[in-house]
């Protein structure tokens, strides 16, 4: 006697060859193939259906036909045009090449519902994919399945398939199923048949695309198109005597149109059972009575399946017209103690009754939910909302809109759904698949990832007027009716403001002004949501913002909360809501009185957190300001500010030229930004040098840090601004001022070889000592045998020394035994921050730390 295995081995073999050959195959020949195949199938559906009805004993020659045509026409048209083989796709914009290769071996299982049309379909499928099959059948319908499938084996081979591509289990049993399912050498498993065999196809262990099982409604609402509800509901019900698993197994009507409803279902041929017919139903097909304690543990007697209505009345006791199309019994409730709401694979159809559309609604819920889930339910409607609602309620994947859900649910008829026989219920139903199954599923796409690098717009203010006395050209601007002008308490107090007020003053154009002038240093919600208010009341068709980096932010928060008037405050400054791509009204005109006016010159806003006392920077082209003032004339700084805010200059410049994110037009402003500030700042800061060249220089002082501030708001920071802003979380101290012992050590460890590289589409390889190369070449900077980046450092330390700054962590107001203390929480505060910034390489949390003590002690940093 042959052995399962000995009968298996050789059939996944002879598939596994088949394989090799048909993935030769082009798009050409697997057409082809599938065209020939579809023909023989299509010239053969009436044998076919009749071969079905006589083996199974269940259905209608008629219906069988259509199904067969269904699977030989509709299937293969709707694949005609579908890509299988090789480029499938290929997106010039993405970068995206798509390439098909097939699953390998499937391992079908076929039902005995629908025999002949499913192994149609299913052989199709597989052919159009190069995918050799292996059919299991159902051992009640083996004899016309194994003609189906040997139809259109034949046919492929003559079109020039491979042999072996289509075959099946000669003698079916459960342990043959189970073999070839469990079999090493099959890839997926496409299950068709009762809830046992699709979960045992899923228990093992390998894709599997099987379908759940339906418990369909269809529910006709008051507004629906009566006559065509009840008729699509009738020709569904009565298709192949009921065995699509997608036929509706109730109708749910609603009150008011029920008795006519009912009177159009006797027209067309049903009959409505009795209260003693209901019962005598109920015993034949399930064994027990409604509201009986034999409910619990009732099943579907299997004999009925695919009996016409007048059988099963029969059978039942009592008799129904030859031709009764189907049998409707009314039941009061959906649940197993009314077993007739249950499936029933036959022209028997449950009534159920809505007082309104919510419960018409939940009544399509609960019969989906028991022992449906997934599958399809049916609405037939005029009204949109009611429509919507039951598609948010229910939970089926497929919906079906004014439509019979026999024909409805399988796709490519009265709907758009995909043409097939295999209707998946996604994770409701335990499928893997929320769709109807379809030659895509059966296909490995590989995709080719061509590497895209990160386009971001330049962005910089529409215009830009920068110089001494630039100020001066607001009064040429035009537009300016109402100005809601905000500014702070030390540029109040300064006098600046009426300077302001007097320019504005010349114009010809008479303007409405409003003053907001207590900006805090440190911005809050609470401010800003009040701030916001106090303007929207003004209406202004102008902001201008005139002080610190505090002004302009607080007056970028409240443009965005001025055109989104919905949105609330703290979800704008924490950055979580969607922002529009550009703000034209109103304007927003930034006059900075701080060196650089990083703020005022980028598309970038940020706020203090409360709670965590740390710096949130949101990025967005909502922020950028339409016109910006780069006036030095109005910063006067003491010469140890100017040394610092110089330093500071060159601090981002360096940063900015290093930074991942650095372009050609970043790294011009950024270049040019750190040779003003480099050789430009020890004369600026000398007090003794009273020539014009010194104040020359101080102005230049100023312009560099505009130039450096246009980068940085299209490129961003590193280490050395992580790491400072860190330390000055814990110790109070103005970054700026921390900057000259951080800045030297950062680019020797930036410069040094990387440790854990940095991953970014348009950083292409490491660049920091060649920057460095660039850099003393372009400062003139002498290049000892230590090479270019520790010269740059050095020369870093020299300048910082010159213009006397501190050079040690020490001195910023944090003692030693403190610093000992926090050393690892200001590291790994220093190590987020880092993680939103560009440096070229990653510190770990231990080179930070390093860092820090070398900084902290004025010791020079090496690996």
Same mark, same amino acid.
């Given at each position: 006697?042959?052995?399962?295995?000995?009968?298996?081995?050789?059939?996944?073999?002879?598939?596994?060859?088949?394989?090799?050959?048909?993935?030769?195959?082009?798009?050409?020949?697997?057409?082809?193939?599938?065209?020939?195949?579809?023909?023989?199938?299509?010239?053969?559906?009436?044998?076919?259906?009749?071969?079905?009805?006589?083996?199974? &004993?269940?259905?209608?020659?008629?219906?069988?036909?259509?199904?067969?045509?269904?699977?030989?026409?509709?299937?293969?048209? =709707?694949?005609?045009?579908?890509?299988?083989?090789?480029?499938?796709?290929?997106?010039?914009?993405?970068?995206?090449?798509?390439?098909?290769?097939?699953?390998?071996?499937?391992?079908?299982?076929?039902?005995?519902?629908?025999?002949?049309?499913?192994?149609?379909?299913?052989?199709?499928?597989?052919?159009?994919?190069?995918?050799?099959?292996?059919?299991?059948?159902?051992?009640?319908?083996?004899?016309?399945?194994?003609?189906?499938?040997?139809?259109? =084996?034949?046919? %492929?081979?003559?079109?020039?398939?491979?042999?072996?591509?289509?075959?099946?289990?000669?003698?079916?049993? $459960? #342990?043959?199923?189970?073999?070839?399912?469990?079999?090493?050498?099959?890839?997926?498993?496409?299950?068709?048949?009762?809830?046992? $065999?699709?979960?045992?196809?899923?228990?093992?262990?390998?894709?599997?695309? @099987?379908?759940?099982?339906?418990?369909?409604?269809? =529910?006709?609402?008051?507004?629906?198109?009566?006559?065509?509800?009840?008729?699509? *509901? *009738?020709?569904?019900?009565?298709?192949?005597?009921?065995?699509?698993?997608?036929?509706?197994?109730?109708?749910?009507?609603?009150?008011?149109?029920?008795?006519?409803?009912?009177?159009?279902?006797?027209?067309?041929?049903?009959?409505?059972?009795?209260? /003693?017919?209901?019962?005598?139903?109920?015993?034949? $097909?399930?064994?027990?009575?409604?509201?009986?304690?034999?409910?619990?543990?009732?099943?579907?007697?299997?004999?009925?399946?695919?009996?016409?209505?007048?059988?099963?009345?029969?059978?039942?006791?009592?008799?129904?017209?030859?031709?009764?199309?189907?049998?409707?019994?009314?039941?009061?409730?959906?649940?197993?103690?009314?077993?007739?709401?249950?499936?029933?694979?036959?022209?028997?159809?449950?009534?159920?009754?809505?007082?309104?559309?919510?419960?018409?609604? +939940?009544?399509?819920?609960?019969? *989906?939910?028991?022992?449906?889930?997934?599958?399809?339910?049916?609405?037939?409607?005029?009204?949109?909302?009611?429509?919507?609602?039951?598609?948010?309620?229910?939970?089926?994947?497929?919906?079906?809109?004014?439509?019979?859900?026999?024909?409805?649910?399988?796709?490519?008829?009265?709907?758009?759904?995909?043409?097939?026989?295999?209707?998946?219920?996604?994770?409701?139903?335990?499928?893997?698949?929320?769709?109807?199954?379809?030659?895509?599923?059966?296909?490995?796409?590989?995709?080719?990832?061509?590497?895209?690098?990160?386009?971001?717009?330049?962005?910089?203010?529409?215009?830009?007027?920068?110089?001494?006395?630039?100020?001066?050209?607001?009064?040429?601007?035009?537009?300016?009716?109402?100005?809601?002008?905000?500014?702070?308490?030390?540029?109040?107090?300064?006098?600046?403001?009426? !300077?302001?007020?007097?320019?504005?003053?010349? &114009? +010809?154009?008479?303007?409405?002004?409003?003053?907001?002038?207590?900006?805090?240093?440190?911005?809050?919600?609470?401010?800003? &949501?009040?701030?916001?208010?106090?303007?929207?009341?003004?209406?202004?068709?102008?902001?201008?913002?005139?002080?610190?980096?505090?002004?302009?932010?607080?007056?970028?928060?409240?443009?965005?909360?001025?055109?989104?008037? +919905?949105?609330?405050?703290?979800?704008?400054?924490?950055?979580?809501?969607?922002?529009?791509?550009?703000?034209?009204?109103? &304007?927003?005109?930034?006059?900075?009185?701080?060196?650089?006016?990083?703020?005022?010159?980028?598309?970038?806003?940020?706020?203090?957190?409360?709670?965590?006392?740390? !710096?949130?920077?949101?990025?967005?082209?909502?922020?950028?300001?339409?016109?910006?003032?780069?006036?030095?004339?109005?910063?006067?700084?003491?010469?140890?500010?100017?040394?610092?805010?110089?330093?500071?200059?060159?601090?981002? %410049?360096?940063?900015?030229?290093?930074?991942?994110?650095?372009?050609?037009?970043?790294?011009?402003?950024?270049?040019?930004?750190?040779?003003?500030?480099?050789?430009?700042?020890?004369? /600026?800061?000398? !007090?003794?040098?009273?020539?014009? #060249?010194?104040?020359?220089?101080?102005?230049?002082?100023?312009?560099?840090?505009?130039?450096?501030?246009?980068?940085?708001?299209?490129?961003?920071?590193?280490?050395?601004?992580?790491?400072?802003?860190?330390?000055?979380?814990?110790?109070?101290?103005?970054?700026?001022?921390?900057?000259?012992?951080?800045?030297?050590?950062?680019?020797?460890?930036?410069?040094?070889?990387?440790?854990?590289?940095?991953?970014?589409?348009?950083?292409?390889?490491?660049?920091?000592?060649?920057?460095?190369?660039?850099?003393?070449?372009?400062? @003139?900077?002498?290049?000892?045998?230590?090479?270019?980046? #520790? %010269?740059?450092?050095?020369?870093?330390?020299?300048?910082?020394?010159?213009?006397?700054?501190?050079?040690?962590?020490?001195?910023?107001? $944090?003692?030693?035994?403190?610093?000992?203390?926090?050393?690892?929480?200001?590291?790994?505060?220093?190590?987020?921050?880092?993680?939103?910034?560009?440096?070229?390489?990653?510190?770990?949390?231990?080179?930070?730390?390093?860092?820090?003590?070398?900084?902290?002690?004025?010791?020079?940093?090496?690996?």
């Amino acid at each position: 006697m042959t052995s399962i295995s000995e009968t298996i081995n050789p059939l996944v073999e002879k598939a596994l060859s088949a394989l090799n050959e048909f993935k030769t195959f082009d798009q050409a020949s697997v057409d082809l193939i599938v065209e020939a195949a579809a023909k023989a199938a299509r010239d053969a559906h009436a044998t076919l259906a009749e071969m079905a009805v006589e083996e199974t &004993r269940r259905g209608n020659f008629e219906d069988k036909t259509v199904k067969n045509i269904f699977a030989a026409e509709h299937v293969t048209a =709707y694949m005609r045009d579908l890509k299988t083989v090789g480029v499938i796709s290929q997106n010039q914009f993405t970068g995206i090449t798509e390439i098909a290769e097939p699953v390998g071996v499937v391992a079908g299982i076929t039902p005995v519902t629908n025999p002949t049309s499913t192994t149609i379909f299913k052989s199709l499928m597989c052919l159009k994919t190069r995918n050799p099959i292996v059919f299991a059948f159902h051992p009640g319908a083996q004899q016309c399945s194994s003609q189906a499938a040997r139809i259109v =084996y034949q046919a %492929a081979l003559s079109a020039g398939a491979p042999q072996g591509c289509i075959q099946w289990v000669e003698a079916p049993s $459960m #342990e043959a199923t189970s073999a070839l399912m469990n079999h090493e050498g099959v890839s997926v498993i496409l299950a068709t048949g009762g809830n046992a $065999m699709v979960r045992s196809a899923y228990s093992c262990g390998k894709p599997a695309l @099987g379908v759940g099982a339906g418990n369909s409604p269809a =529910y006709i609402h008051s507004s629906a198109n009566l006559n065509r509800a009840v008729y699509d *509901v *009738v020709s569904s019900k009565a298709f192949d005597n009921g065995m699509i698993c997608a036929s509706e197994q109730a109708v749910i009507l609603d009150e008011k149109i029920e008795q006519a409803a009912l009177e159009q279902f006797k027209s067309l041929g049903c009959h409505i059972a009795t209260k /003693a017919e209901k019962a005598k139903l109920e015993k034949l $097909m399930f064994g027990a009575k409604a509201f009986t304690n034999a409910c619990a543990t009732a099943r579907l007697n299997p004999s009925i399946v695919g009996q016409s209505a007048h059988e099963i009345a029969h059978q039942a006791g009592f008799e129904v017209p030859e031709g009764t199309q189907a049998i409707l019994a009314q039941c009061t409730e959906v649940s197993y103690s009314e077993p007739l709401t249950r499936e029933k694979l036959s022209p028997v159809l449950a009534v159920l009754t809505a007082k309104d559309a919510d419960e018409g609604i +939940e009544l399509a819920a609960q019969m *989906v939910e028991q022992d449906g889930l997934g599958h399809t339910a049916a609405i037939h409607c005029r009204d949109n909302n009611i429509i919507a609602k039951f598609g948010s309620r229910v939970q089926a994947v497929r919906l079906v809109e004014n439509a019979p859900t026999s024909q409805g649910a399988i796709g490519g008829l009265f709907n758009s759904f995909i043409p097939s026989l295999t209707l998946g219920c996604g994770s409701y139903g335990h499928n893997s698949v929320s769709n109807n199954v379809s030659a895509v599923n059966l296909i490995n796409i590989k995709r080719l990832g061509r590497r895209n690098s990160v386009i971001t717009p330049f962005q910089v203010p529409s215009k830009i007027f920068q110089g001494p006395g630039a100020l001066r050209q607001l009064a040429t601007l035009q537009d300016l009716g109402k100005i809601t002008i905000f500014t702070d308490k030390a540029t109040l107090n300064c006098g600046a403001v009426s !300077e302001l007020l007097a320019l504005l003053h010349t &114009r +010809e154009e008479a303007s409405s002004i409003q003053i907001i002038d207590d900006i805090p240093r440190n911005l809050t919600v609470d401010f800003l &949501r009040e701030a916001a208010s106090e303007t929207a009341g003004f209406a202004p068709d102008t902001l201008l913002a005139f002080g610190a980096t505090a002004t302009i932010n607080a007056a970028k928060f409240v443009r965005v909360g001025l055109t989104i008037p +919905e949105a609330d405050m703290a979800d704008i400054c924490a950055g979580r809501i969607g922002l529009p791509p550009r703000i034209s009204n109103p &304007r927003l005109i930034c006059i900075p009185t701080t060196s650089g006016g990083q703020a005022a010159l980028s598309a970038k806003a940020s706020i203090t957190d409360t709670e965590t006392g740390l !710096e949130r920077l949101i990025q967005s082209a909502s922020y950028l300001p339409s016109i910006t003032f780069m006036d030095p004339e109005l910063a006067h700084w003491k010469p140890e500010v100017l040394a610092a805010r110089g330093f500071e200059t060159i601090s981002q %410049a360096t940063e900015a030229l290093f930074s991942i994110h650095a372009t050609d037009y970043t790294d011009a402003l950024a270049l040019h930004g750190l040779e003003l500030a480099f050789t430009n700042l020890p004369r /600026a800061v000398d !007090e003794s040098d009273h020539s014009a #060249e010194h104040e020359n220089s101080r102005e230049k002082i100023i312009s560099a840090g505009s130039l450096t501030s246009t980068a940085l708001g299209n490129t961003s920071l590193g280490l050395a601004d992580a790491i400072v802003q860190a330390f000055a979380q814990f110790s109070g101290t103005p970054r700026q001022d921390l900057l000259p012992a951080v800045l030297p050590n950062v680019v020797r460890f930036n410069g040094s070889q990387p440790q854990k590289l940095v991953a970014w589409p348009n950083y292409e390889t490491f660049q920091v000592p060649a920057r460095c190369e660039e850099l003393t070449r372009h400062l @003139g900077i002498k290049v000892g045998p230590e090479g270019a980046v #520790e %010269a740059y450092a050095t020369a870093l330390e020299n300048l910082r020394d010159k213009v006397g700054l501190t050079p040690l962590l020490r001195n910023m107001g $944090m003692p030693e035994s403190t610093f000992n203390h926090k050393r690892g929480e200001i590291a790994s505060l220093a190590f987020d921050y880092q993680s939103h910034s560009g440096n070229p390489q990653t510190a770990r949390l231990e080179d930070i730390k390093e860092l820090l003590t070398a900084c902290f002690r004025s010791q020079k940093w090496s690996r």
